[in-house]
């Protein structure tokens, strides 16, 4: 088994996948589709950030890949489609490094609440200015979630423990935690809300969502916050709202174009204006979140080479079943059309082998199989299962 780590994946990911047994190869950087294309093939597992793009036709030119693991939240720079038609498994860290945006946010809404970098700006070129103008606590101020996912509901509690009121809209039905308030549309919420914060997810429709119309709405001497997506945000309508006045300043963490690497300039229309806080997407960058997102992801990776779990997975059906010591494990990845699990154990019995335990799981146009069976079975029946025309993928895995 061999693993390709990019994008400078956390040593634990590296240490967890070499005490399996297997060679694994790191990069600090992100590759290109064309040096993705050269390095895939013989590689049975990627690891990769939001940097790097896995595209159908890098796909395709990877027979060998087994899974994909991105160590971050989002998995839109990954073709998840082509992907689970190849039957590549792809995992994500979905809960890794919430706490760690949560706290850049609560950071950053007590800066801007305090003027802290126009103060901070100013004592650095000699001056001193101790006036409580514009400065206030967060303390009974109103917080505005857009996104009410894991990120959006544990800045609720945070903020709500340090004293703010909490508003929160999200077009999915979520349960309210503490005392914040569901908003029904999302200009309630920004009419009502002295801090704005996005946290919402990289769906296509989020696309530009947030521009002119709804900076207008907001109340007068609010703040802006943006850690999820950069395409979400209009920041050349948001640099006229600072700039007139309207909103008190702003934090952006995420912008529409990145570069590629460090030492790379950073072009944006929010450089220079008083009072916005510009960070290079460094929401997830704690060592504690990087740490623990290289253990998960990669224990994600092993977890399904070994037994063929497919818990939290962001592309094929969930599926776990006990590992038996003493017969052999059979996953069976297939297009999901009926009858294919009756082919499947009619053919084990035409070959008399015995069924000690299976699970069969669904999602879209895939259904996956787990089949264990003792382990006198003839070769025969590997080839048989392989050769059935809803297979995606076949591979034993003990």
Known sequence: ????????????????????????????????????????????????????????????????????????????????????????????????????????????????????????????????????????????????????????????VLAEALGMSVSFFDTADKLALGNARRCETLDELLECSDVVSLHVDGRSTNRDSFGEQQLARMRPGSLFLNLSRGFVVDHAALRAHIESGHLAGAAIDVFPDEPAGRGDEFVSELRGLPNVILTPHIGGSTEEAQQDIGRYVAGKLRDFVVDGSTTMSVNLPHLALPQRPDGHRIAHLHHNVPGVLAGINGLLADNKVNIEAQLLGTRGDLGYVLTDVSVDYPPVVLDQLSDMAETVRLRLLS
């Open 1 to 156: 088994m061999r693993a390709l780590l990019l994008e400078n994946v956390h040593p634990d990911a590296v240490a967890l996948l070499r005490g399996a047994g297997w060679e694994v190869e790191t990069a600090d950087r992100a590759y290109d589709t064309d040096e993705l294309v050269r390095a895939l093939p013989g590689v049975q597992l990627l690891g990769i950030r939001s940097k790097t793009e896995l595209t159908a036709h890098a796909l395709a030119m990877a027979p060998d890949l087994v899974a994909v693991g991105a160590f971050c939240i989002g998995t839109n720079q990954i073709d998840l489609d082509a992907a689970g038609t190849r039957g590549v498994a792809v995992f994500n860290a979905p809960f890794s490094n919430t706490r760690s945006v949560v706290e850049l946010a609560l950071a950053e809404i007590v800066a801007l609440t305090r003027r802290l970098t126009e103060k901070n700006a100013d004592m650095h070129a000699g001056g001193w200015d101790k006036s409580a103008a514009g400065a206030h606590e967060i303390r009974g101020r109103r917080l505005g979630i857009v996104g009410y996912g894991n990120i959006g509901a544990q800045l609720s």
